[in-house]
């Protein structure tokens, strides 16, 4: 027999359709237990933290096979668990894109990798740095990893109050122990980033490190129980959960295409047809350059022994990463046809609560209503866990890079104490923890996905090019670092303002605004949705033209660098 | 000496705006005299023979690894884009090209990651391995300087 979603009995309708029942408080006491744990994890990492290396390198003493699982962990946020099922299952096909991208991504780490390891100590900037004349370098790949990390923060923040909304149950008009909804977002959002900046502050990079790796076990394991399950429905047939899913969604075959949100045609208009499919490549190229100059991931190579290890541990990551996508497709598309769109739709517009639906749903199937429950509360704990560790990690990475290259290397002109930049760095996390959560809380209205996309193109656009030309080009110098950082940069943002998730993207039917900005504003004179086509570009170019504009090279230094980066020879000395 | 400093012969007079404030025992003609012995010592290690040679195996396993990856990826994202046709094509039931070529990207992207890293361990590692060690006995860059 295969079970296909459609009318839900009165009887069977979810807990997250319902008022606060056990399910809601198995989620919120699966997720105290893993704070819990990771909070004593913390504690006790806090007592073997001692230098500076400690505190943003872990120590340097972390396996591979460790680190490739904190990469999981770091890499895969709730954009990728519960984001990617989500727009599986709504749009079909369109969603893998995004699986695809995010991962063969990493087959551009993989050479970057080691490289990395062998030339930096604490942050991206020290690669530059070891090259150039250090403050401005070192002020221009700060200013570009702190924007890249507070987007992608708040991106996470306003994700967790919206989630926990959902999950208790508040979207439309319930109340939770006297919380409305906008309580409730306000309240998780805080929550969070208090015990993100508790983990940073407290436990520093080994901390975060152990809570990556506890996360990607844990979303690892449940992601491989949940399509277990899902198949088994199917009785371990991937051509029926097909067939099922395209049947359920409403859209036929073509649910099974590319085509129903990325590079739509649009019938008689040539020109929007044509921009959409350029957004289609955009967007794909967002994906892969952007991994390759996340600072959050950078950071991770460092908390290994040598460049041998921090390849490896990309290996390890690839395999890992690999395995989820393809999960992510059999839970898209098994909520698809097991849940139906209407209900995904009715319980969250984006589709975010796709897996937590399934979860229930899946459970409900295979034992009754205590599985559901049971199923349910395993998923959304480990959906708060993966928003928790993410944010974590981007908190270390912005307040390492305020600490040391800021404070350390522009305010002390490079010779602070070991124990100040510490110092500061606890209490930047703290700083940039606050400033996080204010602007999420003052955001949590608004759909603010597209963030995530826009520290993408961030990195691809500001960081990449000034990682690749450091490390392959002679004539690279501080000038072209700078071009390429602020280019970069503000190409991005200003090809975002005026793009069409800004402002001038109106509803059809209801005339409302589906922008950020009011429908009354219309600023839009940029028509893709994902600026990387040209931003990257541009930051290149910025970079190259400013290098050749000034005099300065250093060719000792880049023939230095060239030989460390290959031979590894000075990286194993701390 | 401060250990936690970045390279100390840069600390000593580095670029404008950050000459190392105060403490300044040695007389500059040492200083420079020691730069240059550093510049010259990696400079020699750069043309070295073995490293050109690492130098070029690694560029060379790069290049295919990246032309592959980008092949493959533009590939499969300009079909998506403008030929919806042939992705539609069901090859068997509901499976589909676009979904045949979507795994494909995943089994690719196995295999390159597997050959990179067999490589890498077969014939990088062992020549890094190697000039490391000679380096070392040679004494050519001494520890001081190499220190970051």
């Known amino acids: 027999m295969i079970p296909t979603a459609p009318s839900t009995p009165k009887s069977l309708v979810s807990a997250l359709e319902g008022q606060f029942g056990p399910a809601h408080a198995w989620t919120l006491a699966l997720f105290a237990l893993f704070v819990l744990v990771t909070l004593v994890i913390s504690i006790r990492m806090r007592r073997t933290t001692r230098g500076a290396v400690d505190y943003f390198a872990g120590g340097r003493g972390f396996s591979s096979t460790q680190n490739g699982l904190a990469l999981t962990g770091d890499y895969l946020s709730a954009a990728s668990f519960l984001g990617i099922a989500g727009m599986i299952a709504l749009q079909g096909y369109d969603g893998f894109l995004y699986s695809i991208g995010f991962l063969v991504a990493w087959l551009l780490v993989l050479p970057m990798a080691q490289l990395m390891r062998n030339t930096g100590r604490f942050t991206m900037a020290d690669l530059p740095a070891f090259r150039m004349r250090r ?6 790949c700060s200013v570009s990893t702190v924007t890249v990390c507070v987007f992608y923060l708040v991106a996470q923040m306003v994700g967790a109050g919206a989630l926990v909304a959902v999950l208790l149950g508040l979207h439309d008009g319930g109340s939770f122990l006297g919380l409305g909804a906008d309580q409730a977002r306000t309240g998780a959002i805080i929550l969070v980033g208090v015990l993100m900046i508790v983990y940073v502050m407290y436990g520093g990079m080994k901390a975060a490190t152990w809570l990556q790796i506890i996360k990607a076990i844990l979303l690892l394991t449940v992601t491989g129980l949940l399509t277990a399950l899902v198949l088994s429905l199917f009785s371990f047939d991937p051509r029926a959960l097909l067939g099922a899913a395209a049947d359920a969604s409403g859209h036929g075959p073509a649910f099974l295409e590319p085509g129903l949100r990325l590079g739509v045609e649009v019938p008689g208009d ?9 957004d289609l490549i955009s967007l794909g190229l967002a994906l892969v350059l952007g991994t390759v100059a996340l600072p959050h991931i950078l950071i991770r190579f460092y908390t290994v022994p040598d460049g041998r290890a921090a390849r490896t541990s990309v290996n390890r990551t690839i395999v890992m990463i690999g395995a989820f996508y393809l999960m992510t497709l059999a839970l898209g598309f098994g909520a698809a046809a097991l849940v139906g769109s ?19 749903q899946v459970g409900r199937l295979a034992a009754g209503p205590v599985g559901g429950a049971v199923m349910l509360a395993l998923v959304s704990a480990v959906a708060l866990a993966t928003i928790l560790a993410v944010i974590a990690s981007l908190t270390l990475a912005s307040s390492s890079s305020i600490a040391h290259d800021v404070f350390g290397h522009i305010l002390m002109w490079g010779r602070p104490r070991e124990s100040q930049e510490v110092g500061v760095a606890r209490f930047s996390a703290c700083l940039v923890g606050a400033v996080a959560i204010v602007l999420a809380v003052q955001a949590q209205n608004q759909n603010v996905a597209f963030l995530v996309g826009l520290a993408f193109a961030i990195a691809a656009a500001a960081n990449l090019p ?12 501080t000038r072209g670092v700078e071009w390429g950082v602020y280019g970069g940069l503000s190409a991005t943002l200003v090809l975002m303002l005026f793009s069409p998730v800004v402002s001038g993207r109106i509803h059809p039917v209801t005339g409302e605004s589906m922008s950020v900005l009011p429908a009354w504003i219309d600023i839009q004179l940029f028509p893709m949705e994902n600026p990387a086509l040209v931003a990257v570009p541009i930051g290149f170019v910025c970079a190259i033209v400013g290098s050749l504009l000034s005099p300065e090279r250093d060719s000792a230094r880049f023939t230095e660098l060239r030989v460390r980066s290959l031979t590894g020879w000075g990286a194993d000395q701390g | 000496m401060v250990e936690y400093m970045e390279g100390t012969y840069r600390s000593r007079g580095g670029g404008p705006g950050e000459a190392a404030p105060g403490e300044v025992t040695w007389s500059d003609s040492v200083r420079r005299r020691e730069r240059a012995d550093a510049a010259y010592a990696w400079e020699r290690l750069s043309v070295d023979p073995r490293f050109v040679k690492l130098r070029r195996r690694f560029a060379l396993q790069v290049a295919v690894l990246v032309s592959l990856f980008l092949l493959s990826y533009l590939t499969y994202l300009l079909l998506s884009a403008y030929a919806r046709d042939v992705m539609s094509y069901q090859v068997a039931d509901s499976v589909n090209v676009a979904l045949l070529l979507g795994i494909g990207q995943f089994l690719l992207t196995f295999v390159l990651a597997w050959a990179f890293g067999r490589f890498s361990a077969r014939a990088i590692d062992p020549l890094a391995a190697e000039i490391r060690d000679r380096a070392r006995n040679d004494g050519a860059i001494t520890g001081r300087v190499s220190r970051r």
């Open chain 1, 135 to 140: 403050m401005r370098v070192r002020l221009a």
């Open chain 1, 270 to 278: 040539p020109v929007q047809t044509a921009f959409n499919k350029l």
């Open chain 1, 342 to 360: 209407e209900r995904i739709l009715a319980a969250d517009a984006s589709g975010n609560t796709a897996v937590p639906l399934l979860a229930e």
């Open chain 1, 466 to 477: 000034v990682i690749v030309l450091t490390m392959f080009w002679r004539r690279f110098n």
